[in-house]
Nanobody, 116 residues
């Protein structure tokens, strides 16, 4: 099993920046890809960004050019750098990992609030 612990959320003004971190532990060797999802109040959880074991990245159109997903293999950590934040980015952000056999794991989430 893989354990994921997010941190870095908080309250920020429109136009500000935050960096989310996701520390992984457990069966890290089994991870094929990781990503960040978010869920705003009253809305479904949506994909924000993903990064594969090979380093390929993918972003939702709504965050393209503003958010950057990256990883530090030595620290077993995946990051989400969020710039030019907008009130629409307010949500609980979840870290997600997917193993090579398709098993998914979720973190507990970290709250991001962007004030206008």
């Amino acid at each position: 099993q893989v354990q994921l612990v997010e941190s870095g959320g908080g309250l920020v003004q429109t136009g500000g920046s935050l960096r989310l971190s996701c520390v992984t532990s457990g069966s890290i060797f089994s991870i094929n890809s990781m990503g960040w999802y978010r869920q705003a109040p009253g809305k479904e959880r949506e994909l924000v960004a993903t990064i594969t074991s090979g380093g390929s990245t993918n972003y939702a159109d709504s965050v393209l050019g503003r958010f950057t997903i990256s990883r530090d293999k030595a620290k077993n950590t995946v990051y989400l750098q969020m710039n030019s934040l907008e009130p629409e980015d307010t949500a609980v952000y979840y870290c997600y990992s997917r193993s090579r056999i398709g098993v998914g794991s979720w973190g507990q989430g970290t709250q991001v609030i962007v004030s206008s």
